[in-house]
């Protein structure tokens, strides 16, 4: 293993040492459309991190909006769709509920997925109840090729973070691991059209987004409790 190896393995153990709940444990959200798997995947590492980091974690997957017939042209997609059943479908409740809201989505055309667009467009009435004020946001994405829009995909869901009021908290190169995956904005994962799975390193920028977003949060909570008192 070389030096530099040994040096991400040993951060990143550092970082995944178990932290003691408190009573009211910081509450994230990861929320993500998948086709193929590879969000799916990487959006699993996202939890990991977020969970070593303190945080409750819930998982959940927007619901489909493409019908059968067009989902079967693809056995990739339709294989995946059979298989994240056991997934929880993404409600209003589950990002309401949520401190800290961690969203995936594979590139289409430099944007996100349409059907993690139609559940974002369902959020009007939280918008309107400010409810997303202060929650910390982060985001990881995909793409069939190399570069493939993935820094614009992730601008774009920072965009809408704006719009609510939340914070965005991006991994930066705040970690040796960053520097292997290029992306100072999320999380993201070259799929070749879900023919490759995300490497290790991908999967180890998703960590450091979930762990670093979830950090961040519990830091201002901590920071928020000593001015109330």
Sequence with gaps: MRDEDQRHTTMLSQQSAPRRLDADPLKVAVVYYSATGTVHQLAQSVADGARDAGGSVRVVRVAETVTREVVERNPL???????????????????????????????????????????????????GQNAFQDKVFAAFTASATNHGGQETTLMSIYTMVCHLGGIIVPPGYTDPAQFETGNPYGASSVSHNGQLPPTEADLRSAYIVGHRATTVARDLRAGQAVNLD
């Excluded at 589950?94 to 139609?118: E, K, M, N, W, Y």
């Design 77 to 127: 997609w339709a294989r995946h769709l059979d298989s994240a059943g056991s997934v929880p479908v993404a409600s209003l409740n589950d990002v309401r509920a949520a401190d800290v809201v961690l969203i995936g989505s594979p590139t289409r055309f430099g944007h996100v997925a349409s059907q993690l667009q139609a559940f974002i467009d369902t959020w009007g009435e939280l918008w």
